[in-house]
């Protein structure tokens, strides 16, 4: 069955520590990966998108992400993170063909300490 | 509009009650999707709509809920004789186009309903 798979419920980190958030999903074929991150009472909003070619892709806020097709994976990076980025994190995959679902991992929360 | 708007933000009902939620996509965004959002949990998907098409309904969880999408814009989402379970944030995005194009999707910040 096809399932994403982000096995950190909670993450804390110090401010101007580094992160890496994991992701590992389960599909037929590569699809188009994602990584969406949800403040309090908003929206999803994208912080990157990747769909074929380098697979370290850049994306807005300082965050990456690096794709490899050897482990299913699609971890979120951020060299030095600010508190600001407390939120939730959500890893998706969406099929390259044929339907159009996103499939969405339970998410991660991050916890900046000052 | 510049971004996907939801109405409304907060919606107190009580059980038993119908309610519908709206959703304005991106202008020109053929595609539209709702999802459901428990607390703590992730996403889960509703419905889909291309233009003012559904093809998958598959995720509407009983036959008390049911959507629809007019103009290719608007779509209204409504839960008659709400269940204290049906208590939820509901998100409503949006994308230029479906059928598993590389496209992404953009969300409004949804709408909190909560079933007393």
């Known amino acids: 069955a096809q399932s994403v798979t982000q096995p950190d419920i909670h993450i804390t980190v110090s401010e101007g520590a580094s992160l890496e958030l994991r992701c590992n999903y389960s599909?037929?074929?590569?699809?188009?990966l994602f990584w969406y991150v949800q403040s309090p009472g908003q929206g999803l909003q994208l912080l990157l998108k990747?769909?074929?070619?380098?697979?370290l892709v850049q994306g807005i806020k300082g965050f990456e992400a690096e794709f490899k097709r050897s482990q299913s994976s699609f971890n979120l990076r951020k060299p030095s993170v600010h508190w600001s980025d407390a939120a939730e994190y959500f890893c998706?995959?969406?099929?390259?063909?044929?339907?159009?679902?996103?499939?969405f991992g339970t998410g991660t929360r991050l916890k900046v300490l000052a | 509009g510049a971004g996907v708007s939801q109405s409304p933000s907060n919606k107190v009902t009580e059980k038993g009650k119908d309610v519908e939620l709206r959703c304005d996509p991106i202008?020109?965004?053929?595609?539209l999707y709702w999802y459901r959002q428990r607390l703590g949990q992730g996403l889960e998907f509703l419905i889909y709509?291309?233009?003012?098409?559904?093809?998958?309904k598959s995720g509407l969880p009983s036959d008390r809920f049911s959507a629809e999408r007019t103009g290719e814009s608007v779509s209204t989402l409504t839960i008659q004789r709400t269940q204290q379970e049906d208590s939820a944030v509901y998100l409503c995005?949006?994308?230029?186009?479906?059928?598993?194009?590389?496209?992404?999707?953009?969300f409004g910040d949804g709408t909190r309903l909560s079933i007393l």
């Open positions: 709509f291309q233009g003012n098409s559904a093809p998958d």
């Open positions: 599909y037929g074929a590569t699809p188009y």
């Open positions: 202008s020109g965004h053929t595609a």
């Open positions: 995005a949006s994308s230029r186009t479906g059928g598993g194009s590389n496209q992404p999707q953009h």
């Open positions: 998706a995959v969406s099929p390259t063909s044929g339907t159009y679902k996103y499939i």
């Open positions: 990747y769909f074929s070619g380098d697979t």
